[in-house]
């Protein structure tokens, strides 16, 4: 079938979903359905209708996969919900999940590539919609080349009102007895192995970083939070005595110090791999202190157009992180599946 003809089938089908008022949370259309697409007549009909709309610029990120899933209903001959109810697929008539990528790192979220459904991804530069592409729930298997999803531990703070405050009277007595806090930096690279003898008391890391709320500073824009952490994550690295910047996506992120930096807009604070309080050896510690002997500074923004301002801190140890935070579902972890789709997509 060629796409010209393609297209013509997908308008027909959203005609008939339109004139009958099909519902999004019926039941997925079967084959032999006259309410069914295939992926090509989707990406067809997709291209067609949001190939150049804007629709996704400078929004937040849960902001963006909402009005990209609306989007995507209304093209489709769908009215779409005032909100998307959390089920599998999120758009169960067509059978359809939908992903707005402004990078080939698709992210799928606690549970495998499902081989029955077809994954709608919007591809974006800045902000603007410059490709669709409509995968095949057993062809997009391909990209997973671990087969794997990679456990990532989430928590938000039990009172969000409480402002800044150090949880943590002390370090913990691994950090005590091997690396002897002090009021005093040894002036090194951010990424070098903490020791004695410079090495800041938590008390301390509070103290220095504490100047920082109530600064404004620049903002790379509002789906850039890696750029905006690593604003951040610099000066806290120079306020707390390290030599030039290096960021090497280790844990923590000022390994010398043993500080990990988090810059949150909002509650949730994603806590990647390692869980606060484990005595799990940590790895970029050549294994001789836990991940609970770590220091999170966790500074709390608010984004105002071109810029944001720090409003609270909290610097806790791992130890007693859930003291002052609450873990998302217990003891579980929400987990991610990670492809990596082609690049080319990405350079239309």
């Known amino acids: 079938m060629s796409v010209g003809e393609a297209l013509a089938h997908a308008l027909e089908v959203r005609n008939r979903i339109a004139d ?20 090509e007549e989707l990406q067809a009909i997709l291209r067609a209708e949001l ?9 937040a990120v849960k902001t963006r996969a909402n009005v990209a899933k609306s989007i995507v209903c209304s093209a489709l001959g769908y009215t779409p919900p005032r909100s998307f109810k959390h089920v ?18 698709l992210q799928i979220w606690n549970e495998a590539v499902d081989a029955e459904r077809r994954y709608i991804i919007l591809i974006l530069r800045d902000g603007e919609i410059i490709d669709v592409r409509v995968v095949a729930g057993a062809d997009l298997a391909q990209y997973d080349t671990t087969g794997k999803l990679t456990s990532k531990f989430q928590a938000a703070r039990v ?11 002390s370090d913990t007595d691994h950090v005590i007895d091997r690396l002897r806090p002090s009021t005093h930096a040894a002036p090194v690279s951010p990424v070098v192995q903490p ?24 903002d790379p824009g509002i789906v850039q939070e ?28 000022i390994l010398s110090q043993l500080v990990e930096v988090k810059l949150q807009l909002a509650r949730t604070v994603d806590l990647g791999l390692e869980l606060p309080g ?3 050896p940590l ?12 220091r999170y500074a966790i500074f709390y923004a608010a984004r105002n157009g071109t810029s944001f301002t720090i409003e609270s801190l909290v610097v806790t140890t791992g130890a007693d992180f859930f003291k002052e935070y609450r873990q998302f579902g217990g003891l579980t972890s929400n987990k991610k599946l990670q492809l990596r789709l082609p690049r080319a997509w990405f350079e239309v």
């Open 20 to 39: 009958r008022g099909v519902d999004l949370y019926n039941e997925p259309a079967t084959a032999d359905s006259e309410l069914f697409y295939t992926p």
């Open 51 to 59: 190939i150049g709309r804007v629709d996704l610029a400078d929004l």
């Open 88 to 105: 599998n697929p999120r758009l169960p008539h067509p059978a359809a999940d939908v992903y707005a990528q402004q990078a080939n790192n």
């Open 159 to 169: 009172d969000d009102s409480a402002g800044s405050v150090l949880v943590s009277a």
């Open 195 to 218: 020791e004695a003898g410079g090495f800041l008391a938590v008390a301390e890391v509070y103290r220095l970083l504490m100047p920082m709320v109530g600064k404004t500073y620049v």
């Open 226 to 253: 890696r750029n905006r952490g690593t604003v951040v994550h610099r000066e806290a690295s120079e306020r707390l005595g390290a030599v030039g910047f290096a960021d090497n996506g280790q844990f923590p992120d």
């Open 278 to 280: 484990s005595d799990t």
């Open 283 to 294: 790895a970029s510690a050549s294994g001789v202190l836990d991940v609970r002997d770590v």
